[in-house]
C-alpha cells in the first residue's frame, strides 16, 4: 500500500497514518495478514517520531485493525468484522464531518455530542441485546 | 617524484576533479542542490549555461590555485614539512573556493527555478512511502556487516601473539621488489599499521551503518530515485569487500614482520582495489544518474540550506542521505549534530596539537 503523509494538512500525522491503513482495508489493497513497517522503520522513513508512529498503530490495535505481535511485526487484521468495520468508517466519515462541522458553526460542545452518541448507543444497544 | 609526493597530487587531482564535475555526478533532477520535478531540467538551455559556466569558473579557480601552490613550491624551496603545511592550504582554499562556487550556482540555479512555471511533480509537503515492502527486502541484513571483523582480528593475533617471535630489526619500507627500509622493533612500530587498519574499518563501518536505510524525507517516494534499495545493498557489498582487500593488506604487513613476504602479495591487491573502485563509480552512474525519476517529487528545498546543509526540527533523523544520492550529512536541527561537528573539530586540533608536542 503507498502511504502518503501530508505535513501541510490539519489532521495529525498519527490519523492520517490510521486512517490510511483503515481505507487500505475498506478498499481491499491491505489483506488479512499483511505485515506493515515496524514502528521504527515507519517513524524513520516518513521522518517523524517514533511516538507518532506508535500512537497511530496502539490506535489500530485497540480497533482491532491491526495485531502487534512480539515477533512477527505488525500484523493486518481485516477480517470480515473488520473490512465491515473499515468499510463502515470510510462511509460514514464524510457524514460525521458534516454533523460536527454543524455542531460546531451552531455553538454545541462537543460533550454534548459525546453524550448524543452514548444515548443513542444505549437507546439501540438496549433493544438489541 | 618521491612516493609521499605522489600520494599528495593524486590526493589534490581527486579533490579537483570531484570538485568540478560535481553536478555532473547528482541525480539529474537535481541541480547545484535545487530539486526539480523532471530530469528535463537536465536539457534546458539556461541550466546548461549555468553549468558551463560553472565549469569554466571551477577550472580556472582549481588551475589557479594549483598554479599559485607549483610556484611557491618551486621558488621558495620550502623544508619537506612547510611543503605538507602549503599543501593542506591548498586544499582548504580548493574546498572553500568550491563551496563558494556552489553557493553562487545554487543561488542561479533558485532563480533559474523560480522564473519556471511550477512542476506538477514537485510536492512540497508530501511524503509517500510503500508499506508493503519489508525490511528483508530494503534493507541488508545487519550479519553482513561481521565480514568486517575475522581480517581485523587476525591482524591483531599475529601482531600481539607474534611480537615476541618478530626479530629485532623489521621491515619498514618495501619497495616494488623487496625491503628497502628497515626498523628496529617496538610496540609501537607494531601496532602502528593496526591503528590505521582500524580507524580505516571503522569508517567504512559507519559508512556501511549509514548505507542501510534511506529515509523517505530525502527521497520523496517510492519512485523519485527508482530502484534505490538494490542500489545501496550493492554499495554496501563493495565496501565490505574494499575493506577486506585494505585489512589484507594490514595483514600481510603484520605477517611481514614475522617472516619475509614477497612484497607482490600486497602489490597485487591493487588490482581488486582498483577494480572495486571502477565498480562503485559504474554502480553509482547506473543507479543514481541512468534511471529516471518518476511520480511525485519531494520540494524539500527549504530545508536545505544554501542547497548543502540539511535543517529539518521536524525530522527526528541525526543522518541522513545527500539529496544527491550519494554520502550522507548531518540534520543541523538536531542537538547531536553539533555534538558530533564539535567532537570532530575537538578530535583534528587535539591530533595536530598531540603531535607538534
Redesign the interface.
Known amino acids: 500500500m503507498l502511504l502518503t503523509i501530508n505535513f501541510a494538512s490539519d489532521e495529525p500525522i498519527y490519523m492520517q497514518i490510521r486512517n490510511a491503513v483503515v481505507t487500505g482495508i475498506a478498499t481491499g489493497v491491505l489483506h488479512d495478514g499483511d505485515t506493515l513497517p515496524s514502528v521504527r522503520t515507519l517513524g524513520a522513513e516518513i521522518g517523524v517520531n517514533l511516538h507518532t508512529v506508535n500512537k497511530a498503530y496502539k490506535l489500530l490495535q485497540s480497533e482491532g485493525f491491526i495485531e502487534i505481535l512480539r515477533n512477527h511485526g505488525t500484523v493486518v487484521h481485516a477480517g470480515d468484522a473488520a473490512k465491515n468495520a473499515a468499510q463502515f468508517l470510510e462511509n460514514v466519515g464524510e457524514s460525521l464531518h458534516a454533523v460536527v462541522s454543524e455542531a460546531i458553526t451552531r455553538g454545541v460542545d462537543r460533550s454534548v455530542i459525546h453524550k448524543m452518541i452514548d444515548n443513542v448507543y444505549d437507546e439501540i444497544g438496549g433493544k438489541i441485546s | 617524484m618521491n612516493e609521499a609526493d605522489l600520494i599528495l597530487s593524486a590526493t589534490w587531482i581527486l579533490v579537483a576533479v570531484l570538485l568540478i564535475i560535481q553536478p555532473w555526478l547528482t541525480r539529474k533532477n537535481v541541480l547545484f542542490g535545487v530539486v526539480f520535478g523532471n530530469d528535463n531540467i537536465w536539457k534546458d538551455k539556461n541550466a546548461k549555461q549555468i553549468r558551463q559556466r560553472y565549469l569554466y569558473a571551477m577550472v580556472f579557480g582549481t588551475a589557479g590555485i594549483t598554479i599559485l601552490l607549483i610556484l611557491y613550491v618551486t621558488l621558495a624551496r620550502p623544508s619537506e614539512g612547510t611543503t605538507v603545511i602549503a599543501y593542506l592550504i591548498g586544499i582548504a582554499a580548493l574546498l572553500i573556493f568550491g563551496t563558494a562556487v556552489f553557493i553562487a550556482f545554487h543561488a542561479q540555479t533558485c532563480t533559474l527555478k523560480a522564473s519556471q512555471e511550477l512542476d506538477a511533480n514537485l510536492v ?12 528483508k527486502q530494503t534493507v541488508i541484513s545487519a550479519a553482513w556487516l561481521l565480514l568486517f571483523f575475522p581480517i581485523l582480528i587476525a591482524t591483531y593475533v599475529v601482531a600481539i601473539a607474534g611480537y615476541p617471535a618478530m626479530p629485532a630489526k623489521i621491515p619498514a619500507h618495501y619497495n616494488s621488489m623487496a625491503v628497502d627500509a628497515w626498523t628496529v622493533k617496538s610496540w609501537s612500530t607494531v601496532l602502528a599499521p593496526l591503528l590505521t587498519e582500524t580507524i580505516s574499518a571503522a569508517i567504512l563501518f559507519v559508512c556501511c551503518l549509514l548505507t542501510r ?1 534511506a ?3 530525502v527521497r520523496g517516494n ?1 519512485d523519485a530515485a527508482p530502484q534505490y534499495y538494490r542500489f545501496r545493498k550493492y554499495m554496501i557489498i563493495l565496501m565490505i569487500l574494499l575493506n577486506i582487500f585494505m585489512e589484507l593488506s594490514f595483514l600481510f604487513i603484520e605477517i611481514g614482520f614475522l617472516t619475509p613476504i614477497s612484497p607482490l602479495c600486497s602489490d597485487l591487491l591493487i588490482i581488486p582495489d582498483l577494480i572495486l573502485t571502477v565498480a562503485i563509480f559504474y554502480i553509482y552512474f547506473r543507479f543514481v544518474r541512468v534511471k529516471k525519476p518518476k511520480g511525485p517529487i519531494l520540494d524539500d528545498d527549504a530545508k536545505w540550506v544554501l542547497g548543502m546543509f540539511y535543517f ?1 526540527p ?4 541525526g543522518y541522513i542521505e545527500k539529496r544527491t544520492g550519494i554520502g550522507h550529512t548531518l540534520n543541523f536541527a538536531r542537538p547531536t549534530a553539533w555534538v558530533i561537528i564539535v567532537g570532530i573539530i575537538v578530535f583534528v586540533v587535539g591530533s595536530i596539537v598531540a603531535s607538534t608536542h
Open positions: 512540497s509537503e508530501k511524503i509517500s512511502i510503500e508499506t508493503s515492502l519489508s525490511d536505510r529515509p523517505a524525507s517510492p529539518n521536524a525530522d527526528p533523523s
